[in-house]
């Protein structure tokens, strides 16, 4: 999107991977308060991985943070694609799907 090159679904799997980021870290992996310096950030540094991410964690998030859309998970088999990944192996879908999975924490 900052290329002008348009949005797609790979746009959204970058998304999802910095989201993701920053739910595990509270902050977002490119921050500058200069709009250019930080656009420059976002397209040309690798993402800052944290030494307590777990080696799945990692994969994914730079696997879904490719500068190279086509090599982006999920830019084959869609979805089906990331949730095969071995991050989400413990993680039945169809029970996601039915709503009976039960969150690892419940805030009070």
Do not use: Q
Request: hydrophobic fraction near 40%; aromatic fraction near 12%; glycine fraction near 6%.
């Amino acid at each position: 999107m900052l290329t002008y090159r348009g949005h797609n679904t790979l746009s959204d799997w970058w998304a999802l991977g910095i989201t993701l980021y920053e739910l595990a870290t509270g902050n977002p992996p490119f921050n500058h308060a200069d709009l250019e310096t930080l656009a420059d950030m976002i397209c040309f540094e690798d993402l800052p991985l944290k030494t307590w991410f777990s080696k799945d964690f990692a994969d994914l998030l730079l696997r879904l943070t490719d500068k190279v859309p086509a090599n982006r998970i999920g830019s084959k088999n869609g979805a089906d694609e990331i949730k095969s990944h071995p991050f989400f192996k413990s993680v039945n879908w169809e029970t996601v799907a039915r709503k009976g999975m039960k969150p690892p924490i419940v805030p009070d």
